[in-house]
């Protein structure tokens, strides 16, 4: 959810290659298997090629965490190419419990790509004017709601603050997390009580120069979310439509909510949520965010409403799903508004940076890959699409910094690996 943005630099678009005709073929079985394809599509050399380069990839990055949960899926035009599982989801239990298919971990700022596609979604609709004053829809109930678009909100341009910094949301949270410092206080964070916009909006303030640069913050997209809330009708209603929405992306599996869910309390996502780890310093252990607080089922600032920079839990293959058929399927948003959102705005440009609308670039050995990262409550989230090759490559897992392999370490030496093989 509201965690740091790790941020990358683009060194250009990727040179059209011949296209990676992927299907899934058997990677070996360390620790889970790849899949087969679906309706038994032909296998070519290349495709074999991959697969077994990302298995010798997995099977030496992960010998370096043998307790640590992850999973990781690679994805072409709605097949399944490979995928694999490892380590444990919930760890400091007896018997410890596994990662398998199932398990949902949550995606952190991923999320705010998801959101993102939604309200260009909306757009596309007509229901929102992504260059109208979000006043249109929110009134003056948020400050500089006159100044701002959600152009400029998608765009992280507004100028607006940390609001997890602010002297009033700081105490809502636990010491440590998002922008407290350790040891500050008193805490009122109640994990199981749920959260509201009007506790978050406190802490927004009038933006600095709207529109002047770029400057990321999670705040952009937890106003996003109420505009679409205000905008539809209220948080049932927006929860209903980004669920239908969500829908046209299964491929594999049914996007059904099981793969994608912003629901805490849907008995699946009690069912089959990880738990997310933090390295403690000094070497004293993990501490397990789910627990540590005291809740009783996933922790209300998890994921899930008021957090539109962290509104969604996920497996690999849900992300995989949302990535391939946004990027490779055309079956969520239109090529002009795909385009749109994957062009660096000029702000973005003058900060060395490659956002658009929610989303970013990064370049690994000459692969250019269109995602979002994410990072929040001992979870973190990589998830990327090749787009002139339509690949989509997801790694998650259940650790966060300090830990020395998170979902960025993994996730790259699998890039690495599938780039080697299309040489």
């Known amino acids: 959810m509201s965690g740091t943005m790790r941020r990358r630099t683009v060194t250009g678009a990727a040179a059209a290659a011949a296209a990676l005709n992927v299907v899934g073929a058997a990677a070996g079985r360390s620790p889970a298997a790849a899949r087969p394809s679906r309706r038994g599509e032909h296998t070519t050399v290349r495709e074999l090629s991959v697969a077994k380069a990302l298995a010798s990839a997995w099977a030496q990055t992960l010998a370096e965490i043998p307790g640590q949960g992850v999973q990781a899926v690679l994805l072409r035009r709605g097949r399944l190419l490979w995928s694999a599982h490892h380590g444990m989801a919930v760890g400091n239990v007896h018997p410890a419990l596994p990662v398998d298919d199932n ?222 058929a946004l990027f490779s399927r055309n079956k969520l948003l239109g090529h002009a508004t795909v385009e749109a959102m994957t062009e660096p705005s000029k702000q973005a440009r003058a900060a060395g940076a490659t956002y658009g609308l929610a989303t970013e670039s990064t370049v690994v050995d000459g692969v250019t890959w269109q995602g979002h990262p994410g990072t929040f409550g001992g979870f973190t989230s990589s998830a990327y699409t090749d787009i002139p090759r339509q690949a989509t490559l997801v790694v998650l897992t259940n650790r966060d910094r300090p830990a020395p392999v998170v979902s960025d370490e993994i996730w790259a030496a699998l890039a690495t690996a599938y780039a080697a093989a299309l040489k």
């Open 103 to 324: 398990t949902l971990f949550n995606y952190g700022s991923f999320g705010k790509m998801i959101l993102g596609a939604f309200a260009l979604h909306e757009a596309e609709k007509g229901t929102v004017d992504l260059d109208a004053p979000i006043s249109r829809y929110v009134g003056d109930t948020v400050a500089g709601s006159r100044q701002v678009t959600p152009r400029m909100l998608l765009a992280q341009i507004t100028g607006y603050g940390n609001v997890y910094a602010d002297p009033d949301v700081v105490p809502l949270f636990p010491p440590g997390t998002e922008g407290a410092p350790p040891g500050t206080g008193p805490s009122r964070y109640r994990p199981d009580a749920p959260f509201t916009f009007a506790q978050l909006n406190a802490g927004i303030h009038a933006p600095d120069r709207p529109g002047a640069r770029y400057e990321y913050q999670n705040t952009n997209f937890i106003i996003l979310l109420q505009v679409l809330v205000k905008t539809l009708g209220g948080e049932a209603r927006t929860q209903a439509e980004i669920a239908r929405f969500l829908a046209r992306a299964g491929s594999v599996a049914p996007q059904n909510g099981r793969r994608i869910t912003q629901d805490r309390s849907a008995r699946h996502t009690l069912q089959h949520f990880a738990h997310g780890y933090h390295p403690l310093p000094d070497g004293l252990g993990l501490q397990d965010y789910n627990t540590a607080y005291g809740a009783t089922g996933v922790p209300t600032d998890s994921f899930g409403f008021p957090f539109g920079d962290g509104l969604f839990a996920g497996t690999a293959l849900g992300a995989a799903q949302f990535l391939d």
